[in-house]
């Protein structure tokens, strides 16, 4: 199985200041058909996960442009360019190269 | 909208059974792969069981393998979780997840279910 490790597994940010989390993966995610596939989900408190990057770097439906990613292999990395307060959560890098799929262990993002 | 609406969760006896539901809209439902993933109380996430969109192939992960069986009827728009010789580790709350493809590798878990709580104990 492909472990997916996180890092750090929490912070803490003042609004409008800047946030990355780092993930790394046992294994390259690159496909022959030339597609990195590393995705990034956010569960907000009480919510259920939400998609917000897939493909590394490609922002999904209605995810605000302050969020970013960026990476390529085994090393990615998502950052949140000005933190807001809607922005608290889990966020969670997932592979979905193979089977089974596996997530990182978690960054829980809270507001100082 | 594509939504996804699960059901069926509760409380059951250590080596009891259960099925899961979830309910799709929105969306063509043969399409696209789906999936089962768990969180247990205060955990993270993990991934359970798939199924492509024909419903033609299966998988599981070994957590599970052997005792839940992934299944998905078309007609309904409805994908199952038939879940046996329960363990008080499969204590969760369960989530279905739609993929972007019909495919369950190379495709991503965009629209997520709200989850139904499934509690083993005696």
């Known amino acids: 199985d492909i472990v997916m490790t996180q890092t750090p597994l929490s912070v803490s940010v003042t609004p409008g200041q800047p946030a990355s989390i780092s993930c790394k993966s046992s294994?390259?995610?690159?496909?022959?058909?030339?597609?990195?596939?590393l995705y990034w989900c956010l569960q907000k408190p009480g919510q259920s996960p939400q998609l917000l990057i897939y493909?590394?770097?490609s922002r999904f439906s209605g995810v605000p442009d302050r969020f970013s990613g960026s990476g390529s292999g085994t090393d990615f990395t998502l950052k949140i360019s000005r933190v807001e307060a809607e922005d608290v959560g889990i966020y969670y890098c997932?592979?979905?190269?193979?089977?089974?799929?596996?997530f990182g262990q978690g960054t829980r993002l809270e507001i100082k | 909208e594509e939504q996804l609406l699960e059901s069926g969760g509760g409380l059951v006896q250590p080596g009891g059974s259960l099925r899961l539901s979830c309910a799709a809209s929105?969306?063509?439902?043969?399409?696209?792969?789906m999936s089962w993933v768990r969180q247990a109380p205060g955990k993270g996430l993990e991934w359970v069981s798939a199924?492509?969109?024909?419903?033609?192939?299966?998988y599981y992960a070994d957590s599970v393998k052997g005792r839940f069986t992934v299944s998905r009827d078309n007609s309904k728009n409805t994908l199952y979780l038939q879940m046996n010789s329960l363990r008080a580790e499969d204590t969760a709350v369960y989530y279905c997840?739609?993929?972007?493809?019909?495919?369950?590798?190379?495709?991503?878990?965009?629209?997520w279910g709200n989850g139904t709580t499934v509690t083993v104990s005696s």
């Open positions: 493909e590394v770097s």
């Open positions: 997932i592979q979905g190269i193979h089977l089974p799929v596996t």
């Open positions: 929105g969306f063509t439902f043969s399409s696209y792969g």
């Open positions: 294994q390259s995610l690159l496909h022959s058909d030339g597609k990195t596939y």
């Open positions: 199924i492509t969109g024909s419903g033609g192939s299966t």
């Open positions: 997840a739609k993929f972007t493809g019909t495919t369950v590798t190379r495709n991503y878990m965009d629209v």
